[in-house]
């Protein structure tokens, strides 16, 4: 987890070889199962890093979402990024332990 001041900064962190998700407010809602579909399929892609952005009271700009590979909302409504941060690891260890069959999820 990196935590940065702003976006220019932010992309400084990414690699060419990243996986860039946007955490927008217009990007693609999914299931627990779905995001662990997800996770799964990138994991056989043997994708190196999945780089979760979360933006601040002002969002992403364009140009930041036009670099990234995927964009995923957590709801419709606009979220403090507090508490989009803990819905997203939330969701992550969540989508996890289904990978794992643990009985977490239900």
Request: contains cysteine.
């Amino acid at each position: 987890m990196v935590t940065v001041r702003n976006e220019s900064e932010a992309l400084t962190k990414i690699k060419s070889h990243d996986m860039l998700i946007v955490c927008d407010e217009r990007g693609k809602q999914m299931t627990s199962l779905e995001l662990s579909s997800f996770l799964e399929k990138q994991q056989l892609q043997a994708t190196k890093r999945l780089c979760f952005f979360i933006g601040d009271a002002q969002g992403h700009s364009e140009n930041l979402r036009s670099k990234a590979h995927a964009l995923l909302s957590f709801s419709k409504m606009t979220l403090p990024h507090e508490f989009a941060h803990v819905v997203l690891l939330e969701q992550l260890y969540r989508a996890y332990t289904i990978l794992k069959g643990e009985p977490y999820h239900k």
